[in-house]
């Protein structure tokens, strides 16, 4: 598997943020939807990775800078038939390395909070993300777990 910084302009990537985003719409009421689409995610100060298989897309993730030390982790995603085959965990590690690189001390995450997202928050457990209050510009919501770590 390889991890490359994506600039968001192909058609598999694409589709896949497309899908990304109307399966947490069908998951999570619109006003607790935090998902960014592909738009918002070109914006400057979030840097997109895609995780290949030769050449198959089958994971992703994102950082956004929140400020020179803190950063938000977005996006991440793996293919469905490719679930718990251990491409998250390759790409948190990747990111959370990179964000390290680049001077954060922080990386805070916002999750759902239902049943479907559990495998999402032992993930980030085992990374060593801890339940946090709401940062930036979240507000308490019940459809939202809220976690954090030092780099």
């Known amino acids: 598997m ?31 939807k ?3 689409d592909l738009d918002t995610l070109r914006r400057p100060g979030i840097t997109f990775w895609s995780a290949m298989d030769g050449d ?5 993730g994102a950082i956004k800078k929140l400020d020179t030390q803190h950063a938000e982790l977005k996006s991440m995603r793996t ?25 954060f001390t ?6 759902g909070s239902a049943e479907f997202f ?6 980030y457990e085992k990374f060593g993300f801890s339940p ?8 308490p919501d019940p459809n939202s777990t809220f976690m954090t770590r030092l780099l």
Do not use: N, W
């Open 132 to 139: 946090c209050e709401p940062f930036a510009d979240y507000r």
């Open 34 to 36: 935090h998902a960014l």
């Open 79 to 103: 293919r469905p038939t490719r679930q718990r085959s251990g491409i998250a965990s390759r790409l948190l590690t990747h990111i959370l390395s990179e964000a390290k690189g680049m001077g």
């Open 2 to 32: 390889k991890i490359v910084v994506d600039d968001l302009s192909g058609p598999e990537i694409a589709g896949f943020l497309a899908e990304h985003v109307r399966q947490m719409r069908s998951l999570t009421p619109l006003e607790s």
């Open 106 to 111: 922080r990386m805070s995450l916002e999750t």
């Open 56 to 60: 198959s897309l089958v994971g992703c």
């Open 118 to 123: 559990r495998p999402a928050r032992k993930l």
